[in-house]
């Protein structure tokens, strides 16, 4: 079912004009790393202020209502430079596990994100305990992981 | 220069490197990952000073409490980086995308250390202001466009086919 969807991608017309292009595939790699350092910096200023590092002069809540925005739309910017990549390639996507791993860790972090850690972060300050630091901890945690499975799909698989 | 990289090419310790099988993953997904942390952050600090976010947040917080974070990450990527470079250096001689990305890490520390030691200079008049001078705004700009070239050209290094044509006629790397 899986599988024939996968099979199905790499059929695409779309998929073979990714590979006979030239320079498709490395543009879209590229505004993928680009897109990624947009994203890495808007959930680590926050997450460093969850830890209590950083921009501690800010208010956490005012850092975190800003840097949102920047996060929701780096994320978009990532799935739209991601999506055609796992078109032209849905076969070898497909047999990697590092691939369904970032997947799953994606899935986890987005849910964790809109369930605890934007809740931690716009919530008044100084009342939650250690938790913000447990969440910051968390949230790094699981987007480094999805960057390193993310590299090694190419390197390994 | 060429003589240096066919030196490097020949020691023992790059030879180790360059055969072992789990070092070239490894580096470069370290490579990867303290990019994310240097150049992350150095992009809000540009997007500050171009004033596209974090406006509410004095100037000059940044440096003092984001830049030790972002330089960690980029000594840890430019060690890596070394690495890389130390265990393969003829893969990277006749390659573009590397003289580039090492030219405009040049131009961007170039402009960093202006910035730093001439606009910067004047941070107590527009710390808390929306204003921010036109000089700091075109400081912010450069350093943004620079450093995602420099990602842009790190990606390219692995795509030794498409290599501008004047470049090949240059034969560096045969
Ligand atoms: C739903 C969104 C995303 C999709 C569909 C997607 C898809 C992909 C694909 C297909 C690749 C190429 C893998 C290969 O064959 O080498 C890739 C590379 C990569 N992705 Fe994503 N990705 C997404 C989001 C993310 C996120 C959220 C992160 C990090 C937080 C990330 C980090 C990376 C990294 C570091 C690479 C390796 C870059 C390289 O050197 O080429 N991606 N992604
Ligand atoms: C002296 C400093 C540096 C050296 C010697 C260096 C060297 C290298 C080398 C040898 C590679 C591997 C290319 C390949 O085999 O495909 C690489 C990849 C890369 N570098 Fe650097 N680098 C340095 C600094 C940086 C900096 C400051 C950045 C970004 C701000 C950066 C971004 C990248 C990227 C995005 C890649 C591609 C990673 C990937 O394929 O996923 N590098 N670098």
């Known amino acids: 079912m899986l599988q024939s969807f996968f099979v199905w991608m790499q059929g695409l017309p ?17 505004a993928h790393l680009v897109a990624l350092v947009g994203f890495a910096g808007a959930v680590l200023v926050v997450d460093m202020r969850l830890l209590g590092r950083g ?13 949102d925005r920047w996060m929701i739309w780096s994320f978009v910017a990532l799935f739209v430079t991601g ?11 497909y047999y990697s596990p590092f ?17 605890i850690r934007r ?24 987007w480094t992981s999805v960057s390193v499975y993310a590299r090694l799909i190419g390197l390994l698989s | 220069m060429r003589s240096l990289f066919e030196w490097v090419d020949a020691l023992p310790s790059s030879i180790a490197l360059r055969e072992s099988l789990n070092a070239y993953p490894t580096m470069l997904t370290i490579h990867v990952v303290s990019m994310c942390l240097f150049a992350g952050l150095i992009a809000y600090w540009d997007m500050r000073l171009i004033g596209f976010t974090l406006k509410k947040v004095p100037v000059s917080n940044i440096p003092t409490r984001l830049f030790p974070w972002a330089l960690t990450g980029y000594g840890i990527n430019l060690i890596t ?8 250096p003829m893969r990277y001689y006749g390659n573009f995308y590397f003289w580039a990305k090492m030219a405009l890490m040049l131009v961007a520390g170039i402009n960093m250390f202006w910035f730093h030691y001439a606009t910067y200079k004047s941070v107590q008049a527009w710390d808390q202001g929306r204003e921010i001078p036109l000089n700091a705004r075109l400081a912010g700009v450069v350093s943004l466009v620079l450093w995602a070239a420099v990602v842009v050209t ?4 692995a795509y030794s086919g498409l290599m ?10 045969a």
């Open chain 1, 99 to 115: 691939f369904w791993w970032k997947m799953q860790i994606i899935v986890i972090g987005l849910l964790f994100n809109f369930t």
């Open chain 1, 14 to 30: 779309f998929s073979a004009w990714m590979l006979e292009e030239t320079w498709a595939s490395p543009i879209i790699q590229c």
């Open chain 1, 55 to 67: 921009l501690i002069k800010t208010p956490l809540n005012q850092l975190a209502r800003e840097l």
């Open chain 2, 81 to 88: 980086g070394a690495l890389l470079l130390y265990s393969q």
């Open chain 2, 164 to 173: 501008p044509g004047w470049w090949n006629n240059l034969n560096i790397g």
């Open chain 1, 83 to 93: 999506a055609p990549q796992v078109l032209s390639t849905a076969l070898k996507q």
């Open chain 2, 154 to 157: 790190g990606r390219m290094m």
């Open chain 1, 119 to 142: 809740r931690v972060a716009l919530a008044e300050e100084g009342t939650l305990g250690h938790w913000p630091k447990v969440v910051g901890f968390l949230s790094i945690g699981i």
